[in-house]
Structure formats: structure tokens, C-alpha cells
């Protein structure tokens, strides 16, 4: 369960985010766009993809294939843009077990035809690590009592209710393939569907921060650990399109830091915590020039 500071943090920065971003509905697209291919090249990488973000950049923005690549890497790319693409053009869907099965068929077509769009069935094992999914037998049943909870689960603050989706989507593990990528596709649907930003789960901390949590999870059913880090995530995407939208430049946080007199390790660490309103683009912390840092309180 959510810290109520935290749950109290993120509320009043969204608070701020939705009075600077009235009527900035073109921008906020741009914003969420321009981020695709850092979310793809993420969530791809997490996967173990072999693309850079250079090449992510390549595939979606100029159509360009500049090095060898397996093909299946190239679609998935291509396929997850085009998802996360549909996504922002209708925030609003509501979360249904046929959008889960729809956004699956179009992350693999042309990868594995014959199991996109559809759960896993008859002998349709898997396995992922030392965790085997549940019984192809249960796997439609289950993902309806799952979508159904999430939507009925209104006493649940936001971010823990999608923690535990997300957990238990994973658990359950309902396709033959991709069930990383929707996983994370769907923590944004539920997000934008609720009128926040997406968020972009990082390939760096895969093996500390995401990873672990799973195993966690699964032990012992608490999925606090992933209520935590969304949170951290979620401040980072806000305090980033409030940046975009009211400061003149945006500048490295590394710079920032000594224009300050703060040591740099000192000023990441703080990025980290998001007790300073910095961001990554392009895998490296940003902040607003005119942030004001008061040591006293930080």
C-alpha cells in the first residue's frame, strides 16, 4: 500500500501538472510521441532486444535499418510503436480483455502469427526463469477475474491497483509470447486512462529495481515494491512535461549541479528519490534551468 506522503506528493503534483497542461492537449501528444522510442528501445531491451536506442530511433523515425538485425527484433519494434502510437491517439479505452488480446495481436504480427491476439491454450506451457505461468487451462478465466477486479477495485488507491495488475498479469503469464511488453503497455493504458502520463520502465535497473520484485511477488503476494517504483516513475513523468511546458531550457542535471554547488552524485542520488523534480531523456538525467534548489529543505 501506497506511503500517504507519497500518495500525497504525487496528488499535488498532479494537481500542478493539470493546471499548467489546460488547453496544451497538442503538446502533451508531442511530448508523448517524441518519447516512443525511448520507450520502446526500453521495454524491448528489458526483453533482452540487442537494438540500441540509436537503432529504435532509426526503425521508427526514418524507417532506416543501418546494422544487421535479426527481423523478429525490427518488428518487434515497429509493432510496439505502432501499440504505443494507437494508445495515445484514444487514452480513454477502457481496459477489456478483448483490448488486452488486440494490442497482443498487433505486437506480433509478423513475429508469431499464430499466437498473437490470443491467449495460451491446451499445452501451451511456459516458463520464465524458475516460474512456470499458470495452467493454459485457467488462462481466460483468470485474466477475466483479473480485468474485472481491476475495473470494480474503486478503495484502492490508483497505483496500488495497478501494481497489482501488473504483478499478477505477469504471474499469470496469459500468451505464449510478449507478455513483458503488453505488461508494460498496459501499466500506461490504465495510467493515460485515468489522465496521467505514461511512464517509461527503465532497462538500467532491470536487475534491481523490476526483476526482483517479481520474485517477491510471488513469494509472498505483497506488490508494495512495485507500487514504489511506478510512484517514482510517475513523478518523473510529470515533473517532466511541467518542465517542458513552464521552463525556458532544459539542461543536464550534471550541469544544473554545478551551477548549484551540488556534488553530482549528490544531485543523482536526489533525482533517483525525486526529491528534486529531474528526468531522463534519452537515458540521462535532465532538470529545468530554473529550478531553485533550497539546501534547507532538501
Do not use: C
Amino acid at each position: 500500500m501506497i506511503s500517504k506522503a507519497i500518495s500525497d506528493k504525487i496528488d499535488k503534483l498532479f494537481e500542478k501538472y493539470q493546471e499548467v497542461s489546460a488547453g496544451q492537449e497538442k503538446a502533451l501528444y508531442n511530448i508523448a510521441v517524441a518519447e516512443i522510442p525511448e520507450m520502446v528501445y526500453n521495454s524491448n531491451a528489458i526483453e533482452n532486444s540487442t537494438l540500441t536506442l540509436q537503432d529504435t530511433e532509426d526503425i521508427i523515425l526514418r524507417d532506416q535499418i543501418t546494422k544487421d538485425h535479426d527481423i523478429r527484433e525490427i518488428y518487434e519494434a515497429k509493432n510496439l510503436a505502432k501499440i504505443t502510437n494507437e494508445l495515445l491517439k484514444s487514452p480513454k479505452q477502457n481496459l477489456t480483455t478483448g483490448l488486452i488480446q488486440s494490442l497482443h495481436g498487433i505486437l506480433l504480427t509478423g513475429i508469431s502469427d499464430s499466437y498473437a491476439g490470443r491467449y495460451r491454450s491446451g499445452k501451451e506451457w511456459v516458463r520464465i526463469g524458475a516460474h512456470v505461468g499458470a495452467s493454459p487451462a485457467f488462462v481466460n478465466g483468470l485474466m477475466m477475474a483479473l480485468v474485472e477486479q481491476y475495473s470494480l477495485q474503486t478503495d484502492r488507491y490508483f497505483l496500488d491497483n495497478i501494481a497489482y495488475f501488473h504483478a499478477e498479469f505477469e504471474t499469470i503469464h496469459p500468451f505464449n509470447d510478449g507478455n513483458g511488453r503488453i505488461g508494460r503497455v498496459l501499466i500506461n493504458q490504465q495510467l493515460m486512462k485515468l489522465g496521467y502520463p505514461p511512464i517509461i520502465v527503465q532497462n538500467k535497473s532491470k536487475y534491481t529495481d523490476y526483476y526482483p520484485l517479481f520474485d517477491s511477488y510471488r513469494k509472498n503476494m505483497n506488490y508494495n515494491s512495485f507500487t514504489d517504483m511506478f510512484a517514482l516513475l510517475l513523478l518523473e513523468s510529470l515533473n517532466k512535461r511541467i518542465a517542458i511546458l513552464t521552463s525556458p531550457k532544459i539542461i543536464p542535471l550534471s550541469q544544473w549541479a554545478k551551477l548549484n554547488g551540488v556534488a553530482g552524485n549528490i544531485a543523482a542520488n536526489k533525482a533517483a528519490r525525486q526529491t528534486i523534480p529531474a528526468f531522463r531523456m534519452h537515458g540521462k538525467w535532465m532538470i529545468a534551468l530554473d529550478y531553485t534548489y533550497i539546501k534547507s529543505i532538501n
